[in-house]
């Protein structure tokens, strides 16, 4: 059973820097997706970065040029920099990672509830 632990969240201030990580245990298959979403109360949860084995990437619009997502594959292990962090970053992140690769890193498909970390959180103030 694949199990993922987020740390690096924190408070900052505008214009800041946060660096998040993303560690998965229990992985079995050779290729996955591993990306992060973020989610603000009475909002959807929102795809952010992804990275696939291969080291391809994703962002959304909202964070291109400021955050960037890289991978240590033999720790999986992903990191997200966060730089020039805004008030609307603000959100608790998730980690997720699934072994279908398109859905997740290229339409931000949510893979099942059982590829979740549990979230670290995110304050940047004004």
């Known amino acids: 059973q694949v199990h993922l632990v987020e740390s690096g969240g924190g408070s900052v201030q505008a214009g800041g820097s946060l660096r998040l990580s993303c560690t998965a245990s229990g992985v079995t298959y050779r290729h996955y997706c591993m990306a992060w979403f973020r989610q603000v109360p009475g909002k959807e949860r929102e795809g952010v970065a992804s990275?696939?084995?291969?080291?391809?990437?994703n962002y959304a619009d909202s964070v291109k040029g400021r955050f960037t997502v890289s991978q240590v594959n033999a720790e999986n292990t992903i990191y997200l920099e966060m730089n020039s962090l805004k008030p609307e970053d603000t959100a608790e992140y998730y980690c997720a990672i699934d072994p279908n690769t398109y859905p997740l890193c290229v339409s931000w498909t949510p893979p099942p509830p059982n590829y979740w970390g549990r979230g670290t959180q995110v304050t940047v103030s004004s």
């Open positions: 990275i696939d084995i291969d080291g391809n990437t």
